[in-house]
């Protein structure tokens, strides 16, 4: 088993791109979330699913958006990126609603926002 | 909405010496208390959980007590080895949201 997979790791981009933060879980888990790690700031939250079908916003979820395609995928996206935006994004999922279980995250994911 | 204190932000201990940190939360609804472990540029893992029905839990050299009437909850390592060293993020889960983490200690263990 995979895991989570979050791709890409490495994105650049210039203030005003957009793109798409993709995360995959293998392990049947319910729920899903994004966050996002700066220094010195912790692991906050951005978006989570609690089950398919279902999206509710978290600590920090100005300038994104998200989709729960199906049980195993939970994108992020960037319609119109910012410098303040550059950060490390972790991808997780949980077979326990909202997070009320162990959280098991992906690699991470790490954009720069020029 | 939830607010999750952490202290202290640095934490620098001898090989074989004892580690507290300890956390803070604010929504008394906050049921479930768990921490985690992140080595430098790796994942979080969690290491060890606690729920509000329980005040302490063990699992050998680490530890964490919770006190539900004080929002505040701990994480003890005991005879501690370089391989301590990293950044530990403690949580909790309020109602209506998921889950929370406090902004991370930095533990370093010299030998």
């Known amino acids: 088993n995979a895991g989570v997979t979050q791709t890409p790791k490495f994105q650049v981009l210039k203030t005003g791109q957009s793109m798409t933060l993709q995360c995959a879980q293998d392990?049947?888990?319910?729920?899903m979330y994004w966050y996002r790690q700066d220094p010195g700031m912790g692991l906050r939250l951005i978006y989570y699913?609690?089950?398919?079908?279902?999206?509710d916003k978290g600590e920090v979820p100005n300038g994104y958006n998200v989709s729960r395609l199906n049980k195993r995928e939970f994108s992020l996206r960037l319609e119109s990126a910012a410098p303040s935006q550059t950060s490390v994004y972790f991808c997780?999922?949980?077979?326990?609603?909202?997070?009320?279980?162990?959280?098991?995250f992906g690699e991470g994911s790490r954009l720069t926002v020029l | 909405g939830e607010n999750v204190e952490q202290h202290p932000s640095t934490l620098s201990v001898q090989e074989g010496d004892s580690a507290v940190i300890k956390c803070t939360y604010s929504?008394?609804?906050?049921?479930?208390f768990p921490w985690y472990k992140q080595e430098l540029g790796k994942r979080p893992q969690l290491i060890i959980d606690?729920?509000?029905?329980?005040g302490e839990k063990k699992d050998q050299r680490i530890a964490v007590t919770l006190n539900k009437t004080a929002k505040h909850f701990s994480l003890h390592i005991t005879e501690t080895q370089p391989e301590d060293s990293a950044v530990y993020f403690c949580?909790?889960?309020?109602?209506?949201?998921?889950?929370?983490f406090g902004k991370g200690t930095t533990l370093s263990v010299s030998s």
């Open positions: 997780a999922s949980s077979e326990v609603g909202q997070g009320n279980g162990e959280l098991f």
């Open positions: 392990m049947n888990h319910n729920s």
């Open positions: 699913s609690a089950s398919e079908g279902t999206t």
């Open positions: 929504d008394s609804a906050s049921n479930y």
């Open positions: 606690i729920r509000s029905n329980v």
């Open positions: 949580a909790a889960t309020p109602a209506g949201t998921a889950l929370i």
